[in-house]
């Protein structure tokens, strides 16, 4: 899995809860992205950060959160705000800037199911 | 609007068989389109990368073709196995200058024995 690593790898949660997805890579790259995947979508766009302390949302940020106070981590909360939370989650790191072969290295992803 | 489309959705074949996926997209400028590999409940593996100057890159039994004047992608396995049953993911990223990278919705390809 391209040196990064999420845990847990299956979380559930109960309604109203929140709860952070952790995600590590040691690839030294500067850039970290948070997808959602549902059956029979693509992956979407979260968040993503392009250096520490600095990050921008994607497409379907509301009801999550992220923090990036560290280059190899970048935890992903899922708020209650989050109306409909239960998905795959998966987390991807690049090295930005880098000509147009830039390519996102995934982690194995957790799988969040709401009770 | 960008967008990524692949076909077939699903696609079951016998090993040692060969087989095609399909992608057409949208997405411009574009910057580069990539195909990846992903196994049931694990994260998406990078297969190949082109930009918008190479029409065929290889990877093993794996080859993909790209004509940026159609905008049309496909990736080729050759001789199947058991263990190529995964779901194949396209994905372009425009040259806008952000990160943002458009994913197909994958075809799922199943390979019996």
């Known amino acids: 899995d391209g040196g990064i690593t999420q845990s847990p790898k299956y979380l559930f949660r109960k309604e109203g809860q929140n709860v952070t997805l952790s995600c590590e890579q040691n690839?030294?790259?500067?850039?970290m992205y948070w997808y959602r995947q549902d059956p029979g979508q693509g992956l979407r766009l979260i968040y993503y950060?392009?250096?520490?302390?600095?990050?921008q949302k994607g497409d379907i940020a509301e009801g999550y959160s992220v923090s990036r106070e560290k280059k190899e981590s970048f935890p992903l909360t899922v708020t209650s705000a989050q109306k409909n939370p239960t998905a795959f989650y998966l987390c991807?790191?690049?090295?930005?800037?880098?000509?147009?072969?830039?390519?996102?290295?995934f982690g194995p992803g957790t799988r969040l199911t709401v009770l | 609007k960008n967008q990524v489309e692949q076909s077939p959705q699903s696609l079951i074949i016998l090993e040692g068989k060969n087989c095609t996926l399909q992608c057409n997209y949208t997405v411009s400028p574009f910057s580069n389109l990539r195909w990846y590999k992903q196994d049931t409940g694990r994260g998406p593996v990078s297969l190949t990368i082109m930009t918008f100057s190479e029409n065929t890159k290889s990877n093993g039994r794996y080859t993909a073709t790209l004509d940026a004047d159609t905008k049309q992608s496909s990736l080729h396995i050759t001789a199947s196995q058991l263990s190529d049953s995964a779901s194949y993911i396209c994905v372009v990223r425009g040259a806008s200058g952000t990160y943002k990278y458009i994913f197909g919705t994958g075809t799922r390809l199943k390979v019996l024995a």
């Open positions: 991807a790191s690049s090295i930005p800037l880098a000509g147009f072969t830039d390519t996102q290295y």
């Open positions: 950060s392009q250096i520490v302390n600095d990050f």
């Open positions: 690839l030294n790259h500067d850039a």
